[in-house]
């Protein structure tokens, strides 16, 4: 039986960042001048959106 509101460490690290997805968006939001967009306390789907929001842009400013 879980206690409602137990930290649950599993679920934590299922839902934190990869270390894959931490290198890629530090190294992403520091070539798109947006060093903010890193934070090592997104969760895997957020760091998710920002490497594919950075992406995009890189290759929009890349284009020109």
Known sequence: MQVQGKYDAKV???E???RTQGLRLK???EEAY?????DR???SAEAARRIQ?????IELANSF
């Open 34 to 38: 947006q060093p903010a967009q890193y």
């Open 41 to 43: 306390g997104l969760t």
């Open 27 to 29: 190294r992403l939001s």
């Open 16 to 18: 934190q960042m990869s």
């Open 53 to 57: 929001v950075l992406e995009a842009e």
């Open 12 to 14: 934590f690290l299922m």
